[in-house]
């Protein structure tokens, strides 16, 4: 698929949207956790040192936003700008990000569904797949977002 507008109509079931890749860096998980999720594994390194994780860890909630930054810069804001999202069905932690983490962001169309009662949009089930440098599965989610449909293409 080009770069062009993307739309209800153009998503298809198992179509992939890399979002690129960022390193995560000590210094904003120190800062984001400090203000949002002040727990000594997002705060302390030397606390954090003699948890289970072994180190400082990021915060979820600062890997979620991450991905919610990279998936507005490069998907949302560039090719499909959503309706609003009517929320997350699903949002799981299965690896911890540490500072230098590079963790990559991927999203995949699930399924689709016209709207019922506004034949101008649809409704787009995705999932978010996010790893790290190893390849290693550390955050996966599955959210909803409406779209409008192709000028002409409503019912």
């Known amino acids: 698929m080009s770069d062009e507008r993307i739309y209800f109509d153009d998503f298809k079931p198992g179509m992939e949207f890399d979002l690129g890749s960022r390193t995560v860096t000590e210094e904003e998980i120190l800062r984001f956790a400090r203000k949002f999720d002040p727990q000594a594994i997002h705060i302390d390194p030397e606390a954090a040192k003699k948890s289970p994780y072994g180190g400082l860890i990021a915060s ?5 936003s991450l991905v919610m930054k990279m998936f507005v810069d490069n ?7 959503s309706l609003a999202s009517p929320g997350v069905d699903e949002l799981r932690w299965l690896k ?3 500072p230098g983490d590079t963790i990559s ?4 169309v699930e399924s689709t569904r016209p709207s019922a009662s506004k034949p101008d949009r649809g409704l787009v089930f995705v999932r978010h797949e996010v790893t790290n440098q190893h390849g290693e599965l550390a955050l996966s989610m599955r959210s ?7 000028p002409g293409a409503a019912a």
């Open 96 to 98: 911890p990000v540490r």
């Open 60 to 64: 979820g909630g600062h890997t979620a």
């Open 144 to 150: 909803k977002a409406f779209y409008p449909r192709k």
């Open 105 to 108: 962001v991927k999203v995949i």
């Open 75 to 81: 998907l949302l804001h560039t090719r499909a700008p």
